[in-house]
């Protein structure tokens, strides 16, 4: 008989959580300019049970703390957000300013500038999380319940009726876009990881992401992060934009993950092929499916690529974000490899039959889905 020792495992949990914090603290300060970084110094990392407070900065002890609920229970994002607001009261306070600013003054603010880190991701302020679950603004509700509407229709076994839903729902994510590009009032940007950070990618993770930088109205980008099921740092996707497209994207990203892992176990189910020909199915898949997106843009009454441009590089709402969370980026090309252009045939036919529809009724390991 096996004794498991409940202790043991969350206290496991607990020291993977902490090399984790100093892993992203160490990422954190790679970032920065080295007029900073070479004056930073590492702290202690600690988990307690603090009540409702997400963290604290302890200049007396050096110490970073996180609420042990928060870290346990909350996706790393959220948890990398807090560690970078503390991360700036250790800078206001211990490098070049020499200031204690409890009160997230005007020097904080720059230290939080220094580090992109969120000034507000303390005190009350709600995890992203909480955020994207407790958005209600009304009119937004009233696009996703249409959108949500929509894709029941396309769960339709008539093919043309389910195809005509999908395209529907685009267009009406378009046009709300349009509007939201025309509106001059605070928009509210959320940034949240696909996935899980991954030691190693194949070609479909980035043909996917591409999918939703494209046709979803998110921001894309690749990122190192804590995986604490490796205990290294990997790499993963995280997606920016308004909630609601965040919302939408996600639901996108899970449901083309799961279509393509289903369709491929059928496909594969007495062929025995090799996880690198689940890569060319997957990728035909993607293909297929972009070329699906695109036929119906040409269709679409809005103009969708014209549209799609102008909100994409003449939002400055948008670009002053991206501008603040990601100052230095750089672009990587990878190498084509050999592939099977028969399986890839294969992925590219089924992708071209692939229709987003309110298809999934359970939660994926994102959380975040908008239709359940």
Same mark, same amino acid.
């Given at each position: ?23 992203? =603290? ?20 600690? #988990?307690?049970?603090?009540? /409702? ?31 970078? @607001? ?7 306070? !211990? ?5 204690? !600013? ?41 696009? #996703?319940?249409?959108?949500? /509407? ?8 008539? $093919? ?10 685009? !267009? #009406?994510?378009?046009? @709300?876009?349009?509007?939201? +590009? ?37 921001? *894309?980008? =690749? ?7 490796? *205990?290294?740092? %990997? ?7 308004? $909630?609601?497209?965040? /919302? ?32 060319? +199915? ?5 293909? %297929?499916?972009? !070329? ?6 040409? /269709? ?50 089924? %992708? ?11 939660? %994926? ?8």
């Amino acid at each position: 008989m096996v004794i498991i020792n409940k202790r043991n495992i969350h206290e496991t949990l607990e020291h993977r959580i902490l090399h984790g914090l100093m892993c992203e =603290w160490k990422k954190a300060i790679d970032l920065i300019d080295q007029k900073y970084s070479n004056l930073m110094r590492m702290p202690i990392f600690s #988990l307690k049970d603090i009540g /409702k407070k997400l963290g604290y900065w302890s200049s007396s002890k050096r110490e970073i703390c996180l609420n042990r609920d928060f870290v346990v229970n909350y996706p790393w994002e959220d948890v990398i957000e807090v560690l970078l @607001h503390e991360m700036a009261h250790q800078m206001t306070e !211990e490098v070049c300013f020499k200031i204690n !600013e409890s009160d997230h003054g005007e020097t904080f603010r720059y230290a939080c500038k220094i580090l992109h880190a969120n000034p507000k991701a303390s005190g009350d302020y709600k995890p992203i999380h909480d955020r994207i679950k407790d958005d209600d603004l009304s009119y937004n509700d009233k696009i #996703l319940i249409r959108v949500k /509407k929509l894709m029941a229709l396309a769960e339709s076994q008539n $093919i043309h009726e389910a195809e005509a839903a999908m395209a529907k729902s685009h !267009e #009406l994510i378009l046009k @709300h876009n349009l509007e939201l +590009f025309e509106t001059t009032s605070e928009k509210n940007f959320v940034n949240v990881f696909l996935g899980k950070p991954e030691l190693r990618r194949f070609r479909e993770d980035y043909s996917l992401a591409n999918i939703l930088q494209d046709f979803y109205f998110v921001y *894309c980008i =690749w990122v190192n992060a804590y995986s604490i099921e490796k *205990c290294k740092m %990997g790499k993963i996707l995280e997606i920016n934009g308004t $909630i609601q497209n965040v /919302k939408i994207a996600n639901y996108v990203y899970d449901f083309v993950r799961r279509y393509i892992d289903s369709k491929w176990e059928k496909y594969n189910l007495k062929k025995r092929f090799n996880r690198y020909r689940k890569t060319d +199915f997957a990728v035909g898949i993607i293909k %297929g499916f972009n !070329e699906k997106l695109l036929s119906q843009q040409d /269709k679409c009454q809005l103009n969708p690529k014209t549209s799609l441009e102008l909100i994409k590089t003449h939002d400055p709402m948008f670009t002053s974000y991206i501008n603040y969370r990601y100052p230095r980026t750089k672009t990587i090309n990878h190498k084509s490899i050999n592939c099977d252009e028969k399986v890839m045939a294969a992925g590219i036919k089924e %992708g071209k039959n692939l229709v987003i529809s309110k298809g999934i009724t359970d939660k %994926g390991k994102t959380q975040t889905f908008m239709i359940e």
